[in-house]
């Protein structure tokens, strides 16, 4: 099937087929799903999660993951199982240091800022929270 456009679910008793467009990490080469585990909760009234046939279990045997909020240096976003496993690095908005993706605490925006581990453990809990409210200030619109 090559025009996705024109594409009619299949109706299978109380189910549907459906066409969901899939992004490639940047990384291991695995399907992704375009949102986050994060922002799947918008579509996870579709498939409740005491449903048998929920999200995750139909991704899981597809072979689909779910994206990340992080990129790699092609500016190409990875699936949170790289992310998780440090296999991309990122710029810390507080250090200004590059650090790996699993040592990410916090994420803003899009495209997206990330705060560090190091940075969470050593500076000041004042310092951490005022830079926090200046990325979530800076980023609050971009999902709009």
């Known amino acids: 099937m090559s025009n996705f456009e024109k594409y009619t679910p299949v109706i299978l008793k109380n189910k549907a087929t459906f066409v969901l467009q899939l992004d490639t990490c940047g990384v291991c080469g695995r399907k992704m799903l375009r949102v986050t585990r994060k922002k799947s909760q918008y ?73 560090c581990k190091i940075c969470y453990k050593t500076v000041s809990a004042e310092v951490w929270e005022k830079k926090k409210q200046e990325l979530y200030d800076l980023h609050r619109w971009d999902f709009e």
């Not at 779910?66 to 908005?93: L, P």
């Open 43 to 115: 579509i996870v009234d579709l498939f409740p999660w005491y449903y048998e046939d929920n999200l995750e279990s139909q991704m899981e045997r597809a072979g689909i993951v779910f994206r990340s909020n992080m990129k790699d240096k092609n500016d190409c976003y990875i699936c949170e199982n790289c992310a998780k496993e440090g296999k991309s690095t990122f710029i810390c908005a507080l250090c200004g240091k590059e650090r790996s993706s699993d040592q990410i605490v916090e994420s803003f925006g899009d495209p997206p800022e990330h705060l």
